[in-house]
Structures are given as structure tokens and as C-alpha cells.
């Protein structure tokens, strides 16, 4: 059995107050949850902060990207070394936004993915494909060359306790959900090319999780399927009282 797992991705967003006062209110909200795994990823800037925040909890940190170097002149970088100071213990790679917007392709995400492995941080490797691409019907061609891509030099080992998220692009901060069936499609594909790379145990263990558009009201449904073992959620993580909602409907779809 997978446990489930609940990320929340705050992207830029949070103050240290602001950072704070979410764990002063969510962390009691959780304070019984031992069921799930759930994780916050704030900005670099509230990361210590959260982590001492959550220190008396099982809410664990997460940073939202990292440098492969360990240190060196990378102006404006943050290596994993650093986020596990910080207390950090996972890590998102591969976002959609660093792909677009910050020109990252699957070789870098697979030097990021060796250095959070590296250090003892657990990657949550994200994948997804943009709205042009699963109408050409290329869908689960690029998840699989992505998968290939950014897991390339990892042990089935390394495969079985690192996380998978799948976000379609087009699922993304638009209020557009995919659909249970379309998620556990792509959640199934993930599984059997990861069963590939890293052989079926490894691939049986490994977590994928669902993000893109995921509030309270569909998390139970999408957290239902087979090949779902839980959400990475942006917008609808910003609310405490939200992100609990969605713990909560999550721990019930896997009942
Ligand atoms: P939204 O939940 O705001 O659609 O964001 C999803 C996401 O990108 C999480 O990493």
C-alpha cells in the first residue's frame, strides 16, 4: 500500500508571517492525520521558518527547486546541501513553470533530480503536457520521454522512493481539471514506463501524484483512482482551511 501524500506548492507566494501564521493555523488542523504524508513547499525565503514551525508535526518542508552544484558562483541559486539546512526534506523539480518559463529540459531536471537524491532530499519530479500536445494526441509520448529524460541515472531503488507528480499544463492555475479517467490514464502510463526504467517493484512503490486545478470539491474523486496516491496543489494550498479540506478527501479516497 502507497501512502497518500498531499504537497502544497505555494509557487511566490508568502511572507514569513504569512508563511507562519498558515502552520500556526493548519498544523492543529492536521494534528491527526498519521494516515497521509503531507508536505508544503513555501519560497526559499520562508522555508527555515516553516520548517521550525512544523518542527512539533508530521508536516514535512519542501523546497521548489534547487541548483545541481552543491555551491560555486551561481548567482541567485540555492543548492540541496542548503535546503536541507534549511530543513527541507523534499523537493519539487521539474515544474512546468521551470520548463516554460525558466527554459529547463529533462537533462537538467536529471542533474537536479542526482543532486536531491545526493543529498538526502526526496524529489517530487514533475511532468505534464501542454494543451497542444494532447490534442495532437502526443500525451503519453511526452510523458514517457520525460519520465526517460529526468529520471535518467536513477536506481530502481532511487526510483521506488521518489515521487512522480503529473500535471497537465493545461490543468494549471486555470480551473480546468482533468477528469478522473483522464488522470488515471496518465497515471497508469507513468507507472508502466516507470516499470521500464526501474522494474515493477520500484515502480509499484513509487507515489505519483495528480496536480493541476485540485480544490476540495474534486480531490476525492481524482484521489480515488488506482494509480493516484495523492496531489501537488497550487492555488487551493494558499488557504489552510483549503489545503486541510483536500488532506481530508484524499484520506477518504484511499479508504
Ligand atoms: P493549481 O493547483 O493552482 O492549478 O497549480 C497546480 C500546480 O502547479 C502545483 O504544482
Given at each position: 500500500m502507497r501512502t497518500p501524500l498531499l504537497a502544497a506548492n505555494w509557487k511566490m507566494h508568502k511572507t514569513v508571517p504569512?508563511?507562519?501564521?498558515?502552520?500556526t493555523a493548519f498544523a492543529p488542523?492536521?494534528?491527526?492525520?498519521?494516515?497521509?504524508?503531507?508536505?508544503?513547499?513555501?519560497p526559499f525565503t520562508a522555508l527555515a521558518a516553516v520548517a521550525d514551525a512544523c518542527r512539533n508535526s508530521r508536516v514535512a518542508v519542501a523546497g521548489q527547486n534547487l541548483h545541481w552544484a552543491s555551491q560555486g558562483a551561481?548567482?541567485?541559486e540555492i543548492g540541496a546541501g542548503m535546503l536541507v539546512d534549511a530543513?527541507?526534506?523534499h523537493v519539487i523539480l521539474g515544474h512546468s513553470e521551470r520548463r516554460q518559463l525558466f527554459g529547463e529540459d529533462d537533462a537538467v531536471v536529471a542533474r537536479k533530480t542526482r543532486a536531491a537524491i545526493d543529498a538526502g532530499l526526496t524529489p517530487i519530479v514533475c511532468v505534464g503536457e501542454t494543451l497542444d500536445q494532447?490534442?495532437?494526441?502526443?500525451?503519453?509520448?511526452v510523458l514517457g520521454r520525460q519520465l526517460e529524460g529526468s529520471l535518467a541515472g536513477v536506481t530502481p531503488?532511487?526510483?521506488?522512493?521518489?515521487?512522480?507528480?503529473?500535471?497537465?499544463?493545461?490543468?494549471?492555475?486555470t480551473g480546468r481539471t482533468a477528469t478522473p479517467d483522464q488522470a488515471q490514464d496518465a497515471h497508469a502510463h507513468i507507472r508502466r514506463r516507470l516499470a521500464e526504467i526501474g522494474g515493477d517493484?520500484?515502480?509499484?512503490?513509487?507515489?505519483?501524484?495528480?496536480g493541476g486545478s485540485v480544490k476540495p470539491a474534486n480531490a476525492e474523486a481524482i484521489g480515488g483512482q488506482t494509480d493516484v496516491d495523492g496531489a501537488l496543489v497550487g492555488g487551493a494550498s494558499l488557504d489552510p482551511g483549503s489545503f486541510a479540506e483536500i488532506v481530508d478527501a484524499a484520506r477518504r479516497a484511499a479508504l
Open positions: 504569512d508563511a507562519v501564521g498558515f502552520v488542523r492536521v494534528a491527526a492525520v498519521t494516515d497521509a504524508d503531507i508536505v508544503l513547499a513555501p551561481f548567482t541567485g530543513g527541507a526534506t494532447r490534442e495532437a494526441g502526443e500525451t503519453l509520448t531503488a532511487e526510483i521506488a522512493a521518489l515521487v512522480v507528480a503529473y500535471e497537465p499544463v493545461w490543468a494549471i492555475g517493484e520500484a515502480a509499484d512503490r513509487c507515489r505519483l501524484l495528480y
